[in-house]
């Protein structure tokens, strides 16, 4: 059965560092390209960063492009998020999600879509 969990959200102030994890249970990381998501009070879910299934590539969305940094151990089957300069725009709940993707892949999209795997979140709070 595959589950997603993932975990380190909290409250934060402006200008802290937080890093989200997402645990891959169920299946195989180098198979799979991961994105994290995010959906603020009252907004539409957006797609903040991904990772390909080879590790060569990732995307950030504008917003957080030189703050966040997303990573991958397969060995422990976790991809992370590594939120600097927090800004209260962070405030949201945050999912990480896996889409089926071919070993070799260099490249990877946040789409909602064509995730096929989700997380059930994890709250960011940035307040000041």
């Known amino acids: 059965q595959v589950q997603l969990v993932e975990s380190g959200g909290g409250l934060m102030q402006p200008g802290d560092s937080l890093k989200l994890s997402c645990v891959l249970n169920?299946?195989?990381?180098?198979?799979?390209?991961i994105s994290w998501f995010r959906q603020a009070p009252g907004k539409e879910r957006e797609g903040v960063s991904c990772i390909s299934s080879n590790d060569d590539y990732t995307y950030y969305v504008d917003s957080v492009k030189a703050r966040f940094t997303i990573s991958r151990n397969n060995a422990k089957n976790t991809v992370y998020l590594q939120m600097n300069s927090l800004e209260l725009e962070d405030t949201a709940v945050h999912y990480c999600a896996a889409e089926f993707a071919s070993s070799t892949s260099t490249w990877c999209f946040p789409e909602e879509k064509d995730m096929d795997y989700w997380g059930k979140g994890a709250l960011v709070t940035v307040s000041s």
């Open positions: 169920g299946l195989s990381p180098d198979r799979y390209a």
